[in-house]
């Protein structure tokens, strides 16, 4: 069967710290993968996607970068955290009629 | 700009009446539009899609309608239940870029037994 998996589903890190979220699928290959955050009573914005292996693409400038070292493999890092990069982050991995997302992790940065 | 408008406010309703939500767009010309349901600390979980050219799609209680003229979609959940309490998200294909969807803020839902 086809199943996503992230990992922490909770993180607690101090300003200035690194940061690395790994998001894995299982049953399926060459799956276009996404992150997305979530902030408090706002939308999914998403940061960045990929097609394949070692291909990013950045939505938004950020404090935060993607990589993708294997095929069902896509880790979201960030060398230095900011306050403002709290939220709940989502791995998602898109099937033809919509998206099948992670269980997500809450980040709080303080 | 390009904006996805949901039902700012929480609705409250009584258990076995029927919900309706509200997505409404500017600035798209999606081909597909899609509702998900996210619970507390969960992430979304895909529940209906329905093409621009459908005006109606179900599954099993749930009814989605989509007017490209009005640039909106209902979503009606019928013979609610307290189950049915969470967040309900409607997202968007980009035409554009073809490789995202844009997502409403969502509505919360909460049925009162």
């Known amino acids: 069967s086809q199943t996503i998996h992230q990992w922490p589903a909770t993180l607690v890190q101090p300003v200035g710290s690194p940061l690395s979220l790994e998001c894995t699928v299982e049953?399926?290959?060459?799956?276009?993968l996404y992150w997305y955050r979530q902030a408090a009573g706002r939308g999914l914005q998403l940061l960045f996607y990929?097609?394949?292996?070692?291909?990013i693409s950045s939505e938004v400038p950020q404090n935060l970068s993607a990589s993708r070292p294997q095929d069902r493999q896509f880790i979201l890092s960030s060398k230095k955290l900011l306050l403002s990069d709290s939220g709940f982050y989502l791995c998602a991995w898109r099937i033809f009629y919509g998206y099948t997302f992670g269980s997500g992790t809450r980040l709080t940065v303080v | 700009s390009q904006k996805i408008e949901q039902n700012s406010e929480a609705l409250n309703i009584q258990e076995g009446k029927t919900a309706t939500l509200t997505c409404n767009y500017t600035?798209?010309?999606?081909?597909?539009l899609q509702w998900y349901r996210q619970d507390p600390g969960r992430g979304p979980v895909f529940l209906l899609l329905i093409r621009e050219n459908e005006k109606e799609k179900r599954k099993e209680r749930l009814k989605v309608t989509f007017d490209t003229t009005l640039k909106q979609s209902l979503f009606h959940i019928t013979a609610s239940q307290p189950a049915d309490s969470a967040t309900y998200l409607c997202?968007?294909?980009?035409?554009?870029?073809?490789?995202?969807?844009?997502f409403g803020t969502g509505t919360s839902l909460t049925v009162i037994p």
């Open positions: 990929s097609v394949g292996i070692g291909q």
């Open positions: 600035n798209y010309s999606p081909a597909y």
């Open positions: 049953g399926t290959s060459n799956p276009n």
């Open positions: 997202a968007l294909d980009a035409r554009d870029t073809g490789n995202q969807f844009y």
